[in-house]
């Protein structure tokens, strides 16, 4: 089978299984708003996750980031110049070393950027809320006629 034939046949399958429908600019036949879109708001679950980054993944991402980081300057210490030539390790490990602190820094910012966006998920929506209510409550000139 050649991969073409095979991405054809994934696509066909993938096709079958997933159910093609797209509502825009309508409401529900009740006259409520969609409840079919799969978009959840939660503030609840948003905290549970929100607290679960903050008190889980982010400090077990520094901790275990930190103990990686000894671990690996303890070895280029090791593979290190003692008599003026060094091993090739040594400069590999420490160029690896550097490397490997930027992608914890980068996931830890990365955790933080996602927390903060669930805290401010509801203080957002809350926000647009009330400024569409004000559009909606503010009155035209036209009413004053």
């Not at 959840?40 to 993944?57: E, M, P």
């Not at 300057?73 to 593979?79: D, L, N, P, Q």
């Not at 400069?91 to 669930?118: I, P, Y």
Request: aromatic share 4%; no cysteine.
């Amino acid at each position: 089978m050649t991969a073409w034939a095979e991405w054809e046949e994934i696509k066909t399958a993938v096709a079958e299984h997933t159910p093609a429908s797209t509502q825009l600019n309508q409401l529900t036949p009740a006259g409520g708003s969609g409840g079919a879109s799969g978009v959840t708001f939660s503030s609840s679950r948003k905290k549970t996750a929100a607290n679960a980054l903050q008190n889980d993944l982010e400090p077990g991402v520094k901790t275990h980031g930190k103990h990686a980081e000894e671990s690996s300057e303890s070895a280029v210490k090791e593979f290190g110049a003692r008599d003026g030539d060094g091993w090739g390790t040594g400069s590999a490990l420490k160029k690896a070393l550097a490397t490997w602190e930027k992608q914890v820094k980068a996931l830890t910012d990365r955790l933080t950027f996602e927390k903060n966006g669930l805290i401010g998920t509801g203080t957002t929506l809350r926000g647009v809320d009330v400024g569409i209510a004000t559009q909606a409550g503010a009155t035209s000139k036209i009413d004053n006629i």
